[in-house]
């Protein structure tokens, strides 16, 4: 006599049912493959970032660096290119030098929280200011473009209809999934994010195990950095603003607790489709962008509130369930 | 002593997706009685409390308070009847004062200003009418937790409430803490509160109960009279089988110096000074229990022994190899630990009963690659929830939902899925019902006779005679007194762990 276990497909069916209506209403722009191929493409920077970002989180953690670590690792990657002669080996140092940069980011920030035990939010708070002021620096604040071919690939080029930056989300959600659900790393992440003293007692290297996760989280926010970059074929001290919103957003709509210890790959990128989504069919039903941001707030809650309502719904249940067996104290 | 009925429940039905959970019972608590409610996990004393305070509803029945029947549908309804539940989880707020705390939402005011100079007089008031140690102006941040219970008491008693419940409230309470909590007790029940008191404790139950209430499986299995409490008897009636409860009270310890020497510890001393100059041995086979009051330093000595905290000098060896003093390098040796707060050092609410046995074995669960075998994993849970016979027995639940007695298990099964060495236990059982209290003994005594070293920190003195091979008694940082090879009373582990002199307590 098993029910049907609503919370656990209740994903899935929001993305089916937002699809549905959107075919119903604009049956001809909605379902093209080159319109599901727009949707991904945009929510694929996104869905890159919150791949690395959701360490964080699940050690109960947060990154409020993200917009701004992005624009200086896009400024990064396109001035190393310039500065060595816009050769497609240049592009190849940029990318490696952005994504070190990430990584040290992530680094400093791990090292810092852990070792003065500082709120992650304060910490990232303050380095986002620096980042920032890192890319207006290295930029003298202006736009730097960039149309080197072999840059620009990166977040172009097409492979079956579907351009690079899509396969680029897909293998980080295999690669991050796989970490979380397969390794004894990714046992320790949610371990530590559930109860870290109980982890410590466990045997488990909390500190390393939390730097860790803050330098997952800047090497996908520099590999964000460099495919937005290539995707607009400019980088600048604004390159990513407001991403740090949406990441933090996907992450929530997709049922990552920011509290730490709860939240899996697939519901993150969930959630990172879903905002695409939304803007897309917003765009398609022709919202004004004045009205947009109303929506999409509104459009947010409802799906929070409904995790929510999962959420207590389970919590009620396992309550009586204990209660059947008789265990409560 | 005892007055008037002052509440009385009758008939009360109550189950929960068919299944019964109060069967027909029935419970009555007379004005200025302590009223002691016991049973084993599960026999529905707080399905029973939870009716009566609102949190549930119940199916058949009717409760009477001072003889009118009355409804209560929520917490509010029994708080105007005057009734308070002092919970186990504490809800006060430290960065307030003890008035603060007390008249939080209620605070007396003059004009749209709080008058704080009446609310202290008010609270002043309280505290001097039931002699509470404590200051109205004083910040909770800086009391204990024993103090902070009172302040919930105090809370009840300020918004005139005529019952108190009680539900377990000394599981976190120090000694001295619980001693200041009896002496309140009897305060109140002389002034003509009642006190619905639920515990596990059997001893606090035989000291402060007037009447006591026993449930077993939904039903009321007795109410007992003061002279009718009498410990053998109780436990019968609990659990429905005879438990050799004087036993508890003295045993012969014998210890077998031949058996060859597993843990070494000379000169252990603390950074600050809470413990100094400990050395001991621990021997194949032996259960060695550490006895003395709370604070005394065997926490922190244990600790320092696992690695949790260095030492600041002194030395560990475990089969004559010096210990690294770091978790992971003791668990890679053979040493387990289960700490003394379950909830907040033992085990991860929100992870499956699988992920928590898991937790220290990743070194022996089989991988291909990087990638976990779960099937392994899985195999090692289900082997633990058989060995121990953990409740529920589905691998995938959360242990943050399961009872105390489970979740120590959990805790404990761990360490069992490894080849130990050695297994440190800190307050074992603390808060743990007695049929799983058993259990966890014979757990321990088949991990020595397998010819592990265990070390008990334990401050219930029945639990430390019934399982140690050999005691040490440590007070105030200090080990004052083995006993080894001779007949030892709870009374004189007692005296060395306060540091009386034996003939004083003949």
């Given at each position: 006599?098993?029910?049907?276990?609503?919370?656990?497909?209740?994903?899935?069916?929001?993305l089916?049912?937002?699809?549905?209506?959107?075919?119903?209403?604009?049956p001809?722009?909605?379902?093209?493959?080159?319109?599901?191929s727009n949707?991904?493409?945009?929510?694929?920077?996104?869905?890159?970032?919150?791949?690395?970002?959701?360490?964080?989180?699940?050690?109960?953690?947060?990154?409020?660096?993200?917009?701004?670590l992005?624009?200086?690792?896009?400024?990064?990657?396109?001035?190393?290119?310039?500065?060595?002669?816009?050769?497609?080996?240049?592009?190849?140092?940029?990318?490696?030098?952005?994504?070190?940069?990430g990584?040290?980011?992530?680094?400093?920030?791990?090292?810092?929280?852990?070792?003065?035990?500082?709120?992650?939010?304060?910490?990232?708070?303050?380095?986002?200011?620096?980042?920032?002021?890192?890319?207006?620096?290295?930029?003298?604040?202006?736009?730097?473009?960039?149309?080197?071919?072999?840059?620009?690939?990166?977040?172009?080029?097409?492979?079956?209809?579907?351009?690079?930056?899509?396969?680029?989300?897909?293998?980080?959600?295999?690669?991050?999934?796989?970490?979380?659900?397969?390794?004894v790393?990714?046992?320790?992440?949610?371990?530590?994010?559930?109860?870290?003293?109980a982890?410590?007692?466990?045997?488990?290297?909390?500190?390393?195990v939390?730097?860790?996760?803050?330098?997952?989280?800047?090497?996908?926010?520099?590999?964000?950095?460099?495919?937005?970059?290539?995707?607009?074929?400019?980088?600048?001290?604004?390159?990513?603003?407001?991403?740090?919103?949406?990441?933090?957003?996907?992450?929530?709509?997709?049922?990552?607790?920011?509290?730490?210890?709860?939240?899996?790959?697939?519901?993150?990128?969930?959630?990172?489709?879903?905002?695409?989504?939304?803007?897309?069919?917003?765009?398609?039903?022709?919202?004004?962008?004045?009205?947009?941001?109303?929506?999409?707030?509104?459009?947010?809650?409802?799906?929070?509130?409904?995790?929510?309502?999962?959420?207590?719904?389970?919590?009620?249940?396992?309550?009586?369930?204990?209660?059947?067996?008789?265990?409560?104290? | 002593?005892?007055?008037s009925?002052?509440?009385?429940?009758?008939?009360?039905?109550?189950?929960?997706?068919?299944?019964?959970?109060?069967?027909?019972?029935?419970?009555?608590?007379?004005?200025g009685?302590?009223?002691?409610?016991?049973?084993?996990?599960g026999?529905?004393?707080?399905?029973?409390?939870?009716?009566?305070?609102?949190?549930?509803?119940?199916?058949e029945?009717?409760?009477?308070?001072?003889?009118?029947?009355?409804?209560?549908?929520?917490?509010?309804?029994?708080?105007?009847?005057?009734?308070?539940?002092?919970?186990?989880?504490?809800?006060?707020?430290?960065?307030?004062?003890?008035?603060?705390?007390?008249?939080?939402?209620?605070e007396?005011?003059?004009?749209?200003?709080?008058?704080?100079?009446?609310?202290?007089?008010?609270?002043?008031?309280?505290?001097?009418?039931?002699?509470?140690?404590?200051?109205?102006?004083?910040?909770?941040?800086?009391?204990?937790?024993?103090?902070?219970?009172?302040?919930?008491?105090?809370?009840?008693?300020?918004?005139?409430?005529?019952?108190?419940?009680?539900?377990?409230?000394?599981?976190?309470?120090?000694?001295?803490?619980?001693?200041?909590?009896?002496?309140?007790?009897?305060?109140?029940?002389?002034?003509?509160?009642?006190?619905?008191?639920?515990?596990?404790?059997?001893?606090?139950?035989y000291k402060?109960?007037?009447?006591?209430?026993?449930?077993?499986?939904?039903?009321?299995?007795?109410?007992?009279?003061?002279?009718?409490?009498?410990?053998?008897?109780?436990?019968?009636?609990?659990?429905?089988?005879?438990?050799?409860?004087?036993?508890?009270?003295?045993?012969?310890?014998?210890?077998?110096?031949?058996?060859?020497?597993?843990?070494?510890?000379?000169?252990?001393?603390?950074?600050?000074?809470?413990f100094?100059?400990?050395?001991?041995?621990?021997?194949?086979?032996?259960?060695?229990?550490?006895?003395?009051?709370?604070?005394?330093?065997r926490?922190?000595?244990?600790?320092?022994?696992?690695?949790?905290?260095?030492?600041?000098?002194?030395?560990?060896?475990?089969d004559?190899?010096?210990?690294?003093?770091?978790?992971?390098?003791?668990?890679?040796?053979?040493?387990?630990?289960?700490?003394?707060?379950?909830?907040?050092?033992?085990?991860?609410?929100?992870?499956?009963?699988?992920?928590?046995?898991?937790?220290?074995?990743?070194?022996?669960?089989?991988?291909?690659?990087?990638?976990?075998?779960?099937?392994?994993?899985?195999?090692?849970?289900?082997?633990?929830?058989?060995?121990?016979?953990?409740?529920?027995?589905?691998?995938?639940?959360?242990?943050?939902?399961?009872?105390?007695g489970?979740?120590?298990?959990?805790?404990?099964?761990?360490?069992?899925?490894?080849?130990?060495?050695?297994?440190?236990?800190?307050?074992?059982?603390?808060?743990?019902?007695?049929?799983?209290?058993?259990?966890?003994?014979?757990?321990?005594?088949?991990?020595?006779?397998?010819?592990?070293?265990?070390?008990?920190?334990?401050?219930?003195?029945?639990?430390l005679?019934?399982?140690?091979?050999?005691?040490?008694?440590?007070?105030?940082?200090?080990?004052?007194?083995?006993?080894?090879?001779v007949?030892?009373?709870?009374?004189?582990?007692?005296?060395?762990?306060?540091?009386?002199?034996?003939?004083?307590?003949?």
């Open positions: 006599m098993k029910e049907f276990n609503w919370s656990k497909y209740s994903k899935p069916l929001i089916v049912a937002f699809v549905v209506i959107l075919s119903i209403l604009r001809k722009a909605f379902l093209s493959l080159n319109n599901f949707v991904l493409w945009s929510v694929s920077v996104i869905g890159i970032m919150v791949c690395g970002t959701i360490f964080v989180f699940l050690i109960g953690g947060i990154d409020l660096s993200i917009a701004t992005c624009a200086f690792t896009a400024v990064v990657v396109v001035e190393i290119t310039h500065l060595l002669g816009d050769t497609p080996v240049a592009v190849c140092v940029g990318v490696v030098a952005a994504l070190a940069v990584a040290l980011a992530g680094a400093v920030h791990g090292l810092i929280i852990t070792t003065f035990h500082i709120p992650a939010f304060l910490v990232t708070f303050a380095t986002q200011s620096i980042f920032l002021g890192l890319a207006m620096v290295l930029t003298n604040n202006k736009i730097v473009s960039c149309t080197v071919p072999a840059f620009t690939a990166i977040g172009a080029m097409k492979i079956l209809g579907f351009p690079l930056p899509v396969y680029f989300m897909l293998v980080m959600a295999v690669i991050s999934w796989f970490i979380l659900r397969k390794t790393y990714g046992r320790y992440v949610y371990a530590v994010g559930g109860n870290s003293m982890s410590a007692i466990s045997g488990i290297h909390v500190k390393g939390s730097i860790g996760c803050y330098v997952l989280s800047g090497l996908t926010t520099a590999l964000g950095g460099i495919v937005l970059a290539s995707m607009t074929q400019q980088a600048s001290s604004s390159t990513g603003s407001g991403y740090t919103n949406d990441v933090i957003t996907a992450g929530v709509i997709g049922g990552v607790s920011l509290l730490g210890g709860e939240g899996t790959v697939p519901g993150a990128i969930f959630g990172a489709v879903l905002m695409g989504l939304l803007n897309n069919g917003l765009n398609l039903m022709s919202v004004p962008s004045t009205h947009a941001g109303l929506v999409k707030g509104l459009v947010i809650i409802v799906a929070v509130a409904f995790d929510a309502m999962q959420h207590a719904d389970q919590s009620k249940k396992k309550a009586r369930k204990v209660k059947k067996r008789g265990e409560s104290v | 002593m005892a007055g009925t002052i509440l009385e429940a009758r008939n009360i039905y109550k189950s929960f997706s068919g299944v019964p959970v109060l069967q027909d019972v029935h419970f009555e608590v007379k004005a009685e302590v009223h002691a409610l016991m049973g084993e996990n026999a529905g004393k707080s399905t029973l409390i939870k009716i009566v305070t609102g949190v549930y509803s119940k199916d029945g009717q409760i009477y308070w001072e003889g009118k029947p009355v409804e209560i549908n929520n917490y509010q309804d029994c708080q105007k009847l005057g009734v308070a539940c002092i919970y186990q989880e504490l809800s006060v707020i430290p960065p307030l004062t003890v008035a603060q705390n007390v008249f939080l939402g209620r007396p005011r003059n004009g749209p200003f709080i008058d704080y100079g009446k609310m202290n007089r008010m609270t002043q008031e309280l505290i001097d009418r039931y002699q509470f140690p404590l200051k109205p102006t004083t910040v909770v941040d800086n009391l204990g937790i024993g103090q902070r219970q009172l302040i919930e008491i105090l809370k009840g008693l300020s918004q005139n409430s005529k019952l108190l419940i009680m539900d377990e409230p000394t599981a976190s309470l120090s000694g001295r803490e619980a001693e200041m909590l009896f002496r309140i007790i009897e305060q109140l029940r002389s002034q003509g509160v009642s006190i619905i008191y639920i515990s596990h404790r059997l001893e606090e139950v402060l109960s007037d009447r006591l209430t026993i449930l077993r499986d939904g039903k009321n299995a007795a109410v007992l009279e003061k002279e009718e409490i009498i410990p053998a008897k109780v436990i019968e009636t609990m659990i429905g089988k005879v438990v050799d409860e004087s036993a508890g009270s003295k045993k012969m310890l014998h210890s077998d110096d031949s058996a060859e020497v597993r843990l070494d510890v000379k000169g252990l001393t603390d950074a600050t000074d809470r100094r100059n400990i050395s001991f041995q621990v021997h194949i086979g032996e259960i060695l229990g550490l006895g003395g009051l709370i604070g005394a330093g926490t922190e000595v244990v600790r320092a022994i696992y690695g949790i905290d260095k030492a600041a000098s002194g030395e560990v060896t475990l004559g190899k010096k210990l690294n003093p770091s978790p992971r390098a003791s668990i890679l040796e053979g040493i387990g630990f289960v700490p003394e707060d379950r909830r907040n050092q033992g085990f991860i609410p929100l992870l499956s009963t699988t992920r928590n046995v898991a937790l220290t074995n990743y070194d022996i669960i089989k991988k291909n690659g990087a990638a976990i075998s779960d099937a392994d994993e899985l195999d090692m849970s289900r082997r633990a929830i058989k060995a121990i016979d953990i409740r529920p027995s589905d691998p995938d639940k959360q242990v943050g939902v399961m009872s105390g489970n979740q120590q298990k959990v805790v404990l099964g761990k360490w069992l899925m490894r080849d130990l060495k050695l297994l440190i236990v800190d307050e074992p059982t603390a808060g743990i019902d007695v049929g799983a209290k058993d259990e966890i003994y014979s757990i321990l005594e088949e991990l020595a006779q397998n010819g592990v070293a265990v070390i008990v920190v334990t401050s219930d003195l029945q639990e005679l019934r399982v140690s091979h050999r005691i040490l008694v440590m007070r105030k940082g200090d080990i004052v007194k083995e006993f080894k090879n007949e030892v009373t709870q009374a004189m582990v007692l005296a060395a762990g306060q540091g009386v002199e034996q003939e004083a307590e003949k």
